[in-house]
């Protein structure tokens, strides 16, 4: 991994738990700008509000493509066991 790709990453890591999501169950990878982030989406016990799926991933997406030097964001979040949603 490049410094570039590991400062995204380090950045990565923090927006998703400022966005109180379970780190355990994740694969989170940067190569060349590209962000990965695969698993199961689940919330810390707590969070402050409902959970709404279609809504976080959408925030995710779009908190992650803020940080500097992203190029592309892949999700793949489980939904059931084999299957994905991007």
Sequence with gaps: ???PDFA?????R???ARRW????GLDVGTTDGVVFVKG????EP???VPFDRERLIRGIRSDLSAIAGVVDV??????E??????
Excluded at 8 to 12: D, G, L, T, W
Excluded at 40 to 43: C, H, M, N, S, Y
Excluded at 74 to 79: A, C, G, P, Q
């Design 40 to 43: 199961w989406l689940e919330v």
């Design 14 to 16: 923090r927006t998703l």
């Design 21 to 24: 999501i379970q780190a355990e």
């Design 81 to 86: 066991p084999g299957e994905s949603e991007r």
């Design 8 to 12: 995204i990453q380090a950045r990565v």
């Design 74 to 79: 892949v999700l793949e979040f489980h939904r």
């Design 46 to 48: 707590g969070h402050p």
């Design 1 to 3: 991994m490049t410094a």
